[in-house]
């Protein structure tokens, strides 16, 4: 029975092979039909008027001809002539009649508005809300001959030709201006569709979706639709579904891939000084599948070209290179790194940035009350060029000058008023540098309490034992290059006495001189924008060889530069919207006195606003073109410079494809169109479904039109 049930089994599956494919077709048939008799009408009410066939089928059944008399020989003719013209006249009759009804009942059927529905296509009476959103970024540029951005405003004008002129519409790109948050009519939208052009600015997909819905929410409507036009890049797609919206994305593709660009720089260390070399590193990106080789990187300061150097970077990798250059002069410094090789994707090549260098580092040292300054600190500063100290007693401090200073050095305060406490603290979080030498008969709890504010470890008692530093951090700026190389023997100092301190977790302590046994000596912490450097031991010899050791000079030496707020090398527009300057702002409210920015190509006055003795500045959408801006009153004397560059999003040029889309967004509110569909057919018969008002008119037309022929053709 096996053996045979195989033997039929071929037969089998041939024959079900045959009827699977009969049904195959017999389905589509019936899906064809099916979707004819959806059939649906926009204004079914007009289907009553169907009743006026009744008036031609009246007629025809009560047209009562008029015979007129004719004289004739012989009866026998007149009966063939009856006979031959009742049959003639009863066929015309008939088609005349078949002609009225017929035109009558598609002439109904036109006022009525016959329509096809789309599948999961819902339509909707009344007007509609739509927001269209082209995406104008500077990735849309690609393509050869017709780039991105044309083909976004092409696809665009179809969308809004497939509606119809009592419907409002939303034009939304990238720059969020004000003008294209408001709805206008169809004329309105392709007037402001044919000035946008490329521009600087980068949106993520959903801050688009929620300003477009931001649009609509007011709009009195029964439909809102948005529409997504752009070439859907990877790091821009963050779209949350909202099923109250239908959403419609229609990707742009291009076969460019390969980019190579200037990420970020940064320096190794967070202050300039003059006559010393500074290293810059530089991140370059490859968002590309190809290896660059042997390309070259550029530094210009001041128009003149500081470092050179070649570098190479794997497909979809990065790497960081160093320029070195020396500091030859003060004041501020206009830069850019530039990438020299040709690319297909220009604007991101450069990278421009600003800094300051100083003149001179303000250091304040605050003494105790009974007591003068520190021998040893003096000594040392009065060797070092470029720094500016000053000796203060603790009762004679003005608040309002602490900000000027980089550095201040807490010299063996017994203990601290609650003033001094706060100012300190909010200078720190300002940016300040703070270090901090105990008192060898300090009072804890006063010391503690600043501590505890400032968020760094505290002191628990003092130890008496000596102890001695087994361990220095090279690896951190402050003993980074003091040493070419660190002997086995290396004498490092030792405390007769020190403060024990506590190791919480969550302070961010760096040790930088550790004893032996684990206790910090020096510690460095993060506060703020400031940083707080702690001693255990104060700089006197009866405690400690500390302050006569040979590390003494370069630790005071590099505390004092690396204190200070780090200031942001570049902005990035569009990103950066205010910017906080240590410009004094305008005592006066006359307009002559409000400071302006100025690039290359452009000049405009940014938002002011003064806080306490900083500036700060709104830029807003005024900047669009990258480069060095200067800040001023007046032209010859700019107050600062600011270097600005277009966002590094818009580099990675990594994409969507249509199937990754479609596989992400599987949501029953959210449809895909492709970008070689005419979108004006498309988008109608979404909103309308297939419109057959226009072949029901054509159709009463014709049925009239052969009504005419028959009454004037057809000779009875």
Not at 276 to 297: F, H, P
Not at 525 to 551: E, F, T
Not at 594 to 619: C, H, M, R, S, W
Request: with cysteine.
């Amino acid at each position: 029975m096996a053996n045979c049930a195989s033997r039929q089994s071929p037969k089998l599956q041939a024959s079900g092979s045959k009827l699977k494919q009969l049904c195959n077709k017999a389905h589509k048939k019936t899906v064809s039909y099916c979707n004819f008799a959806s059939m649906s009408f926009l204004y079914p009410s007009f289907l009553a008027a169907l009743g006026a066939i009744a008036i031609p089928i009246i007629i025809h059944l009560f047209y009562f001809r008029r015979f007129k008399r004719v004289y004739f020989t012989n009866v026998k003719f007149l009966r063939e002539l009856k006979e031959e013209r009742s049959s003639r006249n009863k066929l015309k009759h008939l088609l005349v009649l078949m002609s009225r009804i017929l035109a009558l009942v598609f002439l109904v059927l036109a006022f009525a508005q016959p329509y096809i529905p789309q599948a999961n296509s819902k339509i909707v009476q009344g007007s509609k809300a739509v927001s269209i959103y082209v995406d104008n970024s500077f990735s849309m540029n690609a393509g050869s001959g017709v780039t991105l951005f044309d083909r976004a405003r092409r696809k665009a004008e179809e969308i809004a030709r497939a509606y119809r002129p009592e419907d409002r519409f939303q034009l939304l790109t990238n720059d969020f201006e004000g003008r294209h948050q408001r709805l206008l009519n169809k004329d309105e939208f392709l007037n402001y569709l044919e000035e946008i052009t490329v521009s600087p600015a980068v949106q993520t997909l959903n801050d688009v979706v929620n300003r477009q819905k931001q649009a609509l929410s007011d709009a009195n409507v029964q439909q809102k639709n948005l529409f997504l036009i752009s070439d859907f890049q990877k790091n821009i797609v963050n779209i949350e579904n909202d099923t109250a919206y239908n959403l419609y994305l229609i990707p742009l593709q291009t076969d460019e891939r390969q980019n190579v660009y200037v990420d970020s720089v940064w320096f190794e260390t967070p202050a300039r000084n003059l006559n010393e070399q500074a290293q810059l590193l530089v991140r370059i990106k490859n968002s590309g599948n190809n290896a660059l080789e042997g390309s070259r990187l550029e530094l210009r300061i001041n128009n003149q070209v500081k470092a050179m150097r070649d570098f190479s970077v794997a497909a979809n990798n990065q790497s960081i290179d160093t320029l070195s250059f020396n500091i030859t002069e003060t004041g501020w410094q206009q830069a850019e790194v530039q990438i020299t090789e040709p690319s297909t994707v220009a604007f991101d090549n450069t990278y421009y940035f600003t800094f300051e260098v100083a003149e001179r580092i303000n250091v304040l040292v605050i003494n105790p009350a009974s007591g003068g300054g520190n021998a040893y600190l003096n000594a040392l500063f009065k060797q070092l060029t470029g720094f500016s100290v000053q000796n203060q007693s603790e009762n004679q401090l003005d608040y309002a000058k602490l900000p000027a200073n980089q550095l201040i050095i807490l010299n063996q305060l017994r203990t601290f008023s609650s003033g001094l406490s706060a100012e300190l603290q909010q200078y720190v979080n300002n940016g300040g540098g703070l270090l901090i030498f105990p008192s060898a008969t300090a009072n804890l709890t006063s010391y503690n309490n600043l501590l505890k504010n400032l968020r760094v470890n505290t002191f628990t008692a003092l130890n008496k034992n000596r102890r001695e530093t087994d361990y220095i951090n090279t690896g951190q700026e402050i003993f980074k290059d003091v040493f070419e190389k660190l002997p086995n023997n290396l004498d490092l100092p030792y405390a007769n006495s020190s403060y024990d301190m506590t190791a919480f977790a969550n302070t961010g302590e760096e040790v930088l001189l550790r004893f032996r046994g684990g206790a910090s000596l020096l510690s460095k912490y993060d506060v703020g924008n400031g940083k707080v450097y702690l001693c255990a031991v104060p700089p006197d010899l009866q405690v400690s060889n500390l302050p006569s050791h040979a590390i003494f000079p370069p630790m005071i030496h590099k505390i004092a530069l690396s204190s200070g707020k780090g200031k942001l090398l570049a902005f990035t527009i569009g990103k950066n919207s205010v910017i906080e300057t240590d410009v004094p702002p305008a005592t006066a409210q006359n307009t002559d006195e409000v400071y302006k920015l100025k690039g290359t190509d452009e000049e405009f006055i940014p938002g002011q606003k003064a806080i306490g003795n900083k500036l700060f500045l709104t830029i807003g959408s005024q900047l669009r073109q990258s480069g060095i801006y200067s800040l001023f009153k007046d032209a010859a004397k700019p107050a600062a410079y600011f270097g600005f560059n277009y966002n590094r999003l818009e580099s990675v040029l990594v994409y969507f494809t249509p199937d990754e889309l479609k596989k992400q967004f599987n949501f029953s509110n959210i449809r895909f169109f492709d970008d070689n569909t005419d979108l004006t057919t498309l988008v109608g018969q979404i909103d309308r479904g297939v419109i057959l008002w226009k072949w029901c008119l054509l159709l009463a037309l014709t049925f009239l039109l052969f009504e005419i022929l028959l009454l004037r053709l057809w000779k009875t």
